[in-house]
C-alpha cells in the first residue's frame, strides 16, 4: 500500500465521526471502521494496530511513531499525523488509521 500522507496541503478535520477536506466530506469512522465517501470499509484499528479488510495487518504504532508493515518500512512521527487532523476525538491508533486510509 502507497500512503499518500499531504493531499494538495490541505489537512482533514473530523466533526463527529465524519472526516472532512476542504469542505468536503471524504469519509468516516464507525466504531473502529474507517470509511471512505461512498461508504466502502477502507480497513479498521484495534489495539496498537491498522488492518485492512482482508483482516492483514498494514501498520502498527509503537512508542512515537506510526510504522507499515510493508517493505517500504516508512516511519511516520505521530506529531505529523495530529498535525494534519484537525478536530478528531479519536485515540491515536484511530487517528493514525484516518491517517493512512484517507491520507491528509
Same mark, same amino acid.
Given at each position: 500500500?502507497?500512503?499518500?500522507?499531504?493531499?494538495n496541503?490541505n489537512?482533514?478535520?473530523m466533526?463527529?465521526?465524519?472526516?472532512?477536506?476542504s469542505g468536503?466530506k471524504?469519509?468516516?469512522?464507525?466504531a473502529?471502521y @474507517?470509511?471512505d465517501?461512498?461508504?466502502?470499509? %477502507?480497513?479498521y484499528?484495534n489495539g496498537?494496530?491498522i488492518?485492512?479488510m482482508d483482516g492483514h495487518k498494514?501498520?502498527? @504504532?509503537e512508542?512515537?511513531?506510526?510504522?507499515?508493515?510493508?517493505?517500504s518500512?516508512?516511519?511516520?512521527? %505521530?506529531?505529523?499525523?495530529?498535525?494534519?487532523?484537525e478536530g478528531?476525538m %479519536?485515540?491515536?491508533?484511530g487517528?493514525?488509521a484516518?491517517?493512512m486510509f484517507?491520507?491528509v
Amino acid at each position: 500500500m502507497v500512503w499518500e500522507f499531504w493531499y494538495n496541503g490541505n489537512m482533514l478535520k473530523m466533526m463527529g465521526n465524519d472526516i472532512w477536506r476542504s469542505g468536503q466530506k471524504v469519509g468516516w469512522v464507525e466504531a473502529n471502521y @474507517v470509511r471512505d465517501h461512498d461508504g466502502k470499509k %477502507l480497513g479498521y484499528f484495534n489495539g496498537n494496530f491498522i488492518f485492512g479488510m482482508d483482516g492483514h495487518k498494514l501498520a502498527y @504504532v509503537e512508542g512515537d511513531y506510526l510504522y507499515s508493515e510493508s517493505g517500504s518500512a516508512t516511519k511516520i512521527s %505521530l506529531d505529523k499525523v495530529n498535525e494534519g487532523i484537525e478536530g478528531s476525538m %479519536l485515540p491515536e491508533i484511530g487517528k493514525c488509521a484516518v491517517y493512512m486510509f484517507i491520507g491528509v
